[in-house]
């Protein structure tokens, strides 16, 4: 099997195990990448994703960077294609089936129980972001306060704290 | 019928409106893409209410792959079915996928990354504190029920303090928390509670 087709299906695999995104299914991309194909070592696989993380937009892209440093931009293409595709065509089967049953009695308290948890692990994500930024020091945690307030009890655009948390940590750092 | 029958204070955006709202998303996504997809929906665009909004996100949690991107599919057939879905995932991933293609090259020549670390480091902050806030702006506006709450802070507490694996919180805290829905709603029983969605 030629090398573009071993990479878009072992990132279609890693993308119908991503439950709950990038960071969930790392470790098994780690293992698939690193230790069964052995097409990055260790240092190589830590230095593109931190590289996948100065971009913006969803965190699953470093299947893209690993795909790039794999096999040039075919490789970005297919790892792209593998981690994205079987995961939209779930999803979009998902909003056809909430569609079809619209009507059913049960769906909205079922969905609605999806809710918290959502929300929880939204939550837990920006208390892993908080810890990344405490290591940088102190007061890094004062910005993250200002702007879980600002966010939270405003409704101006969150670019605005952005823009002051790049400003206070080029002063202060 | 329209699959979205637009509440008075919701409405339904065109296909280019989708495609650019959704690269605008993809663009401001930092670190927190969530945060943005939601303040942008639900705050700026006003396409979907508070509630649907989360709705449609709590399903794309629990399906792999992301789940701003999942929700983008389904908001995206939602409005406008499979042309829909497409470009509101091309819209998130295009920008992104440039940017990371740029610095891609940087890498390729450089072997690193150019130094701008003070101002990401305080970017980033800022970004935890907006993915945060935005937890507890969903969270107040909601009116959860205890046991929801109560949930929601076992989902936080087990992926950012126990770091147990997501799908394992998923798997045990979605049916527990959709039988809780589930019987809250039986509770309320033919009550005319619901009669507010129209």
């Not at chain 1, 809710?115 to 102190?138: D, E, F, K, N, R």
């Not at chain 2, 979205?4 to 280019?16: F, L």
């Not at chain 2, 399906?63 to 995932?89: C, D, K, Q, S, Y």
Request: hydrophobic share 55%.
């Amino acid at each position: 099997m030629s090398l573009l087709l071993q990479i878009l299906l072992t990132f279609s695999i890693l993308s119908l195990l991503a439950v709950g995104g990038a960071n969930a299914v790392l470790p098994e991309m780690h293992r698939q990448v690193v230790e069964l194909r052995g097409w990055l070592d260790d240092a190589t696989f830590a230095q593109l994703y931190a590289l996948a993380q100065a971009a913006p937009g969803p965190n699953i892209l470093v299947a893209s960077v690993m795909g790039w440093r794999i096999a040039g931009v075919a490789g970005m293409a297919m790892a792209t294609l593998g981690m994205l595709a079987p995961a939209a065509v779930l999803a979009w089967g998902m909003a056809g089936l909430t569609h079809r049953l619209r009507g059913a009695p049960w769906l909205k308290p079922a969905q609605a129980g999806l809710v918290p948890v959502a929300i929880g692990l939204i939550l837990a994500a920006g208390i892993t972001m908080a810890q990344a930024a405490h290591s940088h020091g102190v007061p890094m945690l004062l910005i993250v306060a200002a702007s879980t307030l600002f966010v939270w009890r405003t409704d101006r655009s969150p670019l605005w704290v952005l823009a002051g948390g790049g400003i206070i940590g080029a002063l202060l750092l | 019928m329209p699959a979205a029958t637009a509440t008075p204070e919701t409405r339904i955006p065109g296909r280019i409106e989708l495609f650019l709202t959704y690269l605008k998303i993809g663009l401001l996504g930092f670190g927190g893409v969530a945060a943005w997809a939601r303040h942008v929906i639900v705050e700026e665009r006003r396409w979907l209410t508070e509630r649907d909004y989360a709705q449609i996100l709590g399903l794309g949690q629990v399906l792999p792959g992301p789940n701003v991107g999942n929700a983008a599919v389904m908001i995206g057939r939602r409005f406008h079915g499979l042309t829909g879905a497409l470009l509101a995932t091309a819209g998130i991933y295009a920008a992104p996928l440039c940017i990371l293609v740029g610095l891609c090259l940087l890498y390729d020549r450089y072997g690193q990354l150019p130094q701008v670390a003070p101002v990401m480091e305080g970017i980033a902050a800022a970004a935890a504190g907006m993915v945060i806030g935005t937890a507890f702006k969903m969270t107040s506006r909601l009116k959860l029920e205890p046991e929801a709450l109560l949930i929601l802070l076992l989902a936080a507490l087990a992926a950012a303090m126990l770091r147990l694996p997501l799908p394992l919180i998923v798997l045990v805290l979605a049916p527990v928390s959709i039988a809780c829905a589930l019987r809250r709603a039986r509770q309320a029983g033919e009550e005319p509670s619901g009669a507010r969605t129209r």
